[in-house]
T-cell receptor
Framework: NAGVTQTPKFRVLKTGQSMTLLCAQDMNHEYMYWYRQDPGMGLRLIHY???????AKGEVPDGYNVSRLKKQNFLLGLESAAPSQTSVYFCASCSLHYQPQHFGDGTRLSIL | DQQVKQNSPSLSVQEGRISILNCDYT??????FLWYKKYPAEGPTFLISISSIKDKNEDGRFTVFLNKSAKHLSLHIVPSQPGDSAVYFC?????????????FGKGTTLSVSS
């Protein structure tokens, strides 16, 4: 019963490096989201997708790009990592807009 | 500016007692509110929700109350158990927004002692 799976769980990067975080859901959900959580803060929306092939900016999109080539996958990319992007990243999905979102267990990313 | 506020960073309660977690919001357009529970090193898990057309929703030990005039909601846990110790996030949804992403508060850490 996988639900929402995030890969990797931990990663350390150097400033300027690039990487892609993968989110996969097996619930056939239309909507997918990427959030970041910083210490003492709530979750803030980075980007989201309302269906395969669509993406849109959230509250804090700068420095990130996303793609949703397949319905079950939502990728978050950092082209040139900065220390300010050190955070825990959560992916979420839901089937209909009024349904609760299901979250993955997060990716802890440190940028030195 | 924060649209969803959880003004108490932490709450300590004894096992068996009631836990009351509070949340205030500023946008009267929010139409759906949720509570999520989060354990360390895990993602948030959905706990309970309430639509703006209701003022109470109950699920077992968990009850959420909504006071629209005061723009305030609260989560009651009765009786509290040590396993309830976690961070609780209040979240709200604004209608009409594509994707209807949630706006989260900063969370309240609940500690239930036995």
């Amino acid at each position: 019963n996988a639900g929402v799976t995030q890969t990797p769980k931990f990663r350390v990067l150097k400033t300027g490096q690039s990487m892609t975080l993968l989110c996969a859901q097996d619930m056939n959900h239309e909507y997918m989201y990427w959030y970041r959580q910083d210490p003492g803060m709530g979750l803030r929306l980075i980007h989201y997708s309302v269906g395969e092939g669509t993406t849109a900016k959230g509250e804090v999109p700068d420095g990130y790009n996303v793609s949703r080539l397949k319905k079950q996958n939502f990728l978050l990319g950092l082209e040139s990592a900065a220390p300010s992007q050190t955070s825990v990243y959560f992916c979420a999905s839901c089937s209909l807009h009024y349904q609760p979102q299901h979250f993955g267990d997060g990716t802890r990313l440190s940028i030195l | 500016d924060q649209q969803v506020k959880q003004n108490s960073p932490s709450l300590s309660v004894q096992e068996g007692r009631i836990s009351i977690l509070n949340c205030d919001y500023t946008n009267s357009m929010f139409d759906y509110f949720l509570w999520y529970k989060k354990y360390p090193a895990e993602g948030p898990t959905f706990l309970i929700s309430i639509s703006s057309i209701k003022d109470k929703n109950e699920d077992g030990r968990f009850t959420v109350f909504l006071n629209k005039s005061a723009k305030h909601l609260s989560l009651h846990i009765v009786p509290s158990q040590p396993g309830d110790s976690a961070v609780y996030f209040c979240a709200a949804r604004k209608p009409g927004q594509a994707g209807t992403a949630l706006i989260f508060g900063k969370g309240t850490t609940l500690s239930v002692s036995s």
